[in-house]
């Protein structure tokens, strides 16, 4: 069975940096897009960012020139590098991947910015 394993997440202070990653353990085809998705406590699952294979971006207002988001499309990755991180960053990160057949989701990584 295909799966998306994430790492990266953890504890930071504000200001800080994480690097997130989403791999697939098994084959998947005819991926066009992925993304990063975000929920806080409380609050409804968002999407932060998308990448397509081209490597065109796009992100939500608020992580806009904080985040950044890359692919690699050999080693199917998709990666979300997060600068000058801010409590309200806090959440549980999902990745997702896009295809023909249907959408796959990693399990979630758990990101809190505090003091």
């Known amino acids: 069975q295909v799966r998306l394993v994430e790492s990266g997440g953890g504890l930071v202070q504000p200001g800080g940096s994480l690097r997130l990653s989403c791999a697939a353990s098994g084959n998947i085809f005819g991926t066009s897009l992925m993304g990063w998705y975000r929920q806080a406590p409380s609050k409804e699952r968002e999407l932060v960012a998308t990448?397509?294979?081209?490597?065109?971006?796009n992100y939500v207002d608020s992580v806009k020139g904080r985040f950044t988001i890359s692919r690699d499309n050999a080693k199917n990755t998709v990666y979300l590098q997060m600068n000058s991180l801010k409590p309200e960053d806090t959440a549980v990160y999902y990745c997702k991947f896009y295809t023909l057949g249907r959408d796959y989701w990693g399990q979630g990584t758990q990101v809190t910015v505090s003091s």
């Open positions: 990448i397509t294979r081209g490597g065109t971006t």
